[in-house]
Nanobody, 122 residues
C-alpha cells in the first residue's frame, strides 16, 4: 500500500529552484503534520520542514529558512516544498512523511514516500 508519493526532483544548477510535491493517493492529510526530510550519501536523514495540514502551522530547519517554503495545495491534496537558491550541498534524496504529532525526528514517522532525487550541479 502506497501512502505517500513524492515528485518534482531533478538535476538543476546552482541558484536554480525546484518545487517538490507530496501526495497521499489513498488518504487525506487533514489531521497530520506532513514533513520533508532529505538524506545525502553517507549522511544521516535530516529534517527540513513541516506543516500541519489543518492548522497550517509550519516549522523549518534553521539552515533552510528563507530558501525553502512548505505549503499545502488543497486542490491537489498535496504538500509542496518550494526550494530556491539551490546549492550543491542540497543534493540528496528528498522524502515526505506524515505523523499526527509534531516531530523533527524521522524515527517518529511511520509513513514515508519512496523519495525523489535532487541533484544540484556547481
Amino acid at each position: 500500500q502506497v501512502h505517500l508519493v513524492e515528485s518534482g526532483g531533478g538535476l538543476v544548477q546552482t541558484g536554480d529552484s525546484l518545487r517538490l510535491s507530496c501526495q497521499a493517493p489513498e488518504g487525506s492529510f487533514s489531521a497530520y503534520y506532513v514533513s520533508w526530510f532529505r538524506q545525502a550519501p553517507g549522511k544521516e536523514r535530516e529534517f527540513l520542514a513541516t506543516i500541519h495540514w489543518s492548522a497550517e502551522l509550519t516549522d523549518y530547519l534553521d539552515s533552510v529558512k528563507g530558501r525553502f517554503t512548505i505549503s499545502k495545495d488543497s486542490a491537489k491534496n498535496a504538500v509542496v516544498l518550494q526550494m530556491d537558491s539551490l546549492k550543491p550541498e542540497d543534493t540528496a534524496v528528498y522524502y515526505c512523511a506524515e505523523e499526527p504529532r509534531y516531530s523533527v525526528k524521522g524515527t517518529n514517522y511511520e509513513y514515508w514516500g519512496q523519495g525523489t532525487q535532487v541533484t544540484v550541479s556547481s
